[in-house]
């Protein structure tokens, strides 16, 4: 028999069920994946007996794996036949009972067990049916983990904890919110002016929601915050939703492990319709009551978010509340939404003056004496014009005064409205001592290309701008830095403004001619680098962004991923080019892979897309007398991992250096790296179309890589239509080239990896080409038309069952049929449509004798049991 891997294993064992627990079987519910099927799911409730998974340290990132980093057949058999030679009691009862008596290369020895195999004959698909809570705990990390790495917990924690105490109450006192609290209104649309504090309504009541979950298992409580300085998409919005429900729900993990394991072996990440419906399944289960979303801030998202967001989870059969500032194009998209008006109440705004003046020692001093409090608490009200945000910066303003003329004076000056108090706040920091540092920070907060940590803040500005040299007699303490900003910048876990509108002043305030704020951040970077000896570093990195090297130096991080992106944006600053003149080994990574690759000038030049640098060294134009060449030009020296300045240009997409570096003189075209990509292959990988037209032409469309894999294999199995087309225009090419069965390679065809991974658009291209094998077959899981019916791409299987080529019974695998593998893996959509084909065979059986029948009462499918005996099913 052949090996099966160990991800499809996984996603077709049910894990074992707790002894006396209340258990519901989700059979109704289906999605791409198919449903949770025969995985039970522990029902949470007053009567249910659960076994809660603790909290523990898990890692921050998973490998979701590349297609051609599939995971080799060879690597479970062995640690399972390890685990049986060192625990006797771990050789399971198929073992035990004599199965494997007569097997070929297999060898049970008396009480010891001992056991030698090679075949590996019935091993581990039984063996990994042992219920382990270690593994079990480690696997939810990991799928946490892995479904998002947003933590709307931490940003829920910070928005409850910056109320005033006290604060809110009204709103359990409205009617129309109590009505949406009990369930009567699906969705609950607040609308507010910016400042009117309507994040701080919508944490007091999930907070009031989550203390009722806590009591009642059957609550689910989800919630998101949009927000300008992180602007997600409608998949990480969605995702950090699904992570919140599976982490606070246990119970609810069967329904994401299905997708889980799709993905993590085709090495592809979830759409956004994917993780809406898993959301919606585990919501039109039987696991919960009543369901409550929140989604804090839509006006913050952009504009496709607004709308993806909104559409999805407004169809949700939820609960749903928004909070937002009037968004009159967006409400004909909900029209059942009731809509409520968020006014800051005066007792609230006064609750949260009187508790700041508690917090602010020199003005507390002040307002003790006659009655001066009485006095600022009725100016502070009435030119806030009922704002939380003014208020509060107002007070911070008159926390500078010194004696009670002070005061009066400030108290006569205090602006009204939001610009006039960031414009008197401007003021106050300009006149400090502390100006320079005040709006290098603030400039940091507003162009950072993500939020910034305090202490990576504190080392951003720990470089000297004169000379752009890092030192760490630099550092200013949090406080210092707080303090002279003014109250414009906030500290909660990262910095950030004290409120979205001061973006748009700040960003007009701080622009003037001849200053390119881009170049400074980049040569702080660079500042940084420098300070590290990234320009010829001599160490490897083998952690990527968790290795010590960054852990231990604040601010490095972010000053590798950003600074090419900050010189990018502006003219390449002399600083800049310097630095990258300099560079003979810089550690240099992609995206795409976890490995860090060392970049010599030229190969750093063409990674970054600084096309302005090529040009010159390159002859394409005349060089500068201050812009001399790499020391060592070399058009076609090779990084540590084998890539060419061509093929980093090409991976990374730069049409503009790509274009230089083919009209170089001397350039190899079809260089490959240490993967045995060639410059083509990574183009095609990425999805980078122009990139591809340019080297077509001058390389072999049919040369492969290290796993055999084509160009055109690459971009079907990403699903890359634009890139297929070219390949697919270029006369002669091999639409049918294999990689060779082997321990790596399994047989896969530029078909199979697209239909596989559901590439719809893909199938139908490769479908539309002269000579197209549509029967080619996978070692294991078959044909393309198999592989489609395996994984749940029920549009896909459609396609080729129209065509009358497409052999439907086709079983040259160790999975057998479409059929079979539809059954095994409860797709029952799938199981219908093959159904429904005239040449379908329900009797044909695989290599283990199983058919779809005996696959199908092996899982208890009544429904598909039902199906199969009413076409003939012997």
Sequence with gaps: MMRRTMQNLLSKNPPNRQEGSTETTLADQTSDYGSPGSESVTQEGPSAKTTSIAKSDHPNEVDQGTPESRLSPE???????????????????????????????????GSAQLISAQNYINVYNTVLQRHSPEKDEELFWKIIAWISDINYHAIQADNFEKRAAGTGQWAFDDPIIGKWLEGALGVLWGIGMPGAGKTIISSIIINHLTQKAKANKRICVAYAFARYTDLFTGEQVLGGLLRQIVQDHPSTLPFVKPMYFHHLLHGTRPNQLELLATIRAIFDSDLF???????????????????DVLDGLSHLPANLLIMSRPLPLLK????????????????????????????????????????????????????????????????????????????????????????????????RITEG?????????????????????????????????????????????????L?????????????????????????????????????????????????????????????????????????????????????????????VEKFVLQCQRFPWNHPSFDEFDFLNSIQLAAACNFHQLLAPWLGAEPSRASQPSPPTLNVNSKSAHGRTALALASMNGHI?????????????IQCSDHKGWSPLIAASHGGHVRVVDLLLGAVAVDHVNAGSWTALMEAASLGHTEVIKSLLRVQGINVNAREPVSVQGKGDSALT??????????????????????????????????????????????????RHDVDVNSSQCEEGTALMQAVEMDRMDIVELLLKHDKIDVNATRSDRSSALSLALARKRLEIIELLKGHGEK
Aim: glycine residues 6%; contains cysteine.
């Design 75 to 109: 690597a479970a058999p062995e640690a399972i036949l390890n685990e049986i030679k060192h625990d006797p009691k771990a050789v399971p009862p198929l073992i035990k009972g004599g199965i494997l008596n007569g097997a070929q290369g297999v060898h049970i020895e």
């Design 289 to 307: 009551d009543q369901k409550y979303c929140s989604l804090d801030g839509l006006d913050e998202a952009f504009d496709d978010t607004q709308v």
């Design 332 to 427: 004909e998209r909900v029209p059942e939404a009731t809509f409520i008006d968020i006014i800051v109440h005066e007792s609230d705004i006064k609750q949260m003056i009187e508790e700041k003046i508690s917090r602010l020692r020199k003005l507390r001093g002040l307002l003790e004496k006659g009655d001066w409090k009485e006095k600022v608490l009725k100016t502070v009200l009435e030119r806030s014009s009922g704002m939380f945000l003014v208020a509060s910066l107002q007070l911070d303003m008159l926390s500078r005064c010194m004696h009670l003329m002070d005061l009066r004076s400030a108290l006569e000056a205090l602006p009204v409205g939001v610009n006039a108090m960031y414009e008197a706040t401007m003021k």
């Design 433 to 481: 001592q502390g100006c320079d540092l005040a709006l290098r920070a603030v400039t940091w907060v507003i162009y950072a290309r993500k939020t910034l940590r305090m202490s990576e803040l504190r080392h951003a500005l720990a470089v000297n701008t004169a000379t752009f040299k890092y030192s760490s007699d630099l550092l200013v303490d949090a406080e210092t830095l």
């Design 483 to 575: 303090s002279v900003c003014c109250g414009l910048i906030t500290y909660e876990r990262e910095t950030k403004l004290v409120h979205y509108t001061a973006h748009d002043f700040l960003v007009a305030y701080l622009s003037k001619p001849g200053v390119d704020v881009q170049a400074t951040l980049a040569c702080t970077c660079i500042a940084r680098l420098r300070n590290c000896g990234f320009a010829n570093y001599k160490h490897r990195i083998t952690q990527n962004y968790s290795s010590r090297i960054f852990v231990d130096r604040c601010f490095l991080a972010y000053a590798h991923r950003k600074w090419a992106a900050h010189a990018d944006s502006a003219s390449i600053p002399a600083f």
């Design 656 to 668: 503009e250096a790509v274009k230089l570096l083919i009209e170089a003189e001397g350039v190899s």
């Design 753 to 802: 990896l697209a239909a596989c991974n559901g590439h719809l658009a893909a199938v139908q291209l490769l479908l539309g080409a002269d000579g197209i094998e549509v029967n080619a077959s996978h070692w294991e899981y078959g044909t393309a038309l198999a592989q489609a019916s395996r994984w749940g791409h029920t549009g896909v299987v459609a396609v080729f069952l129209q």
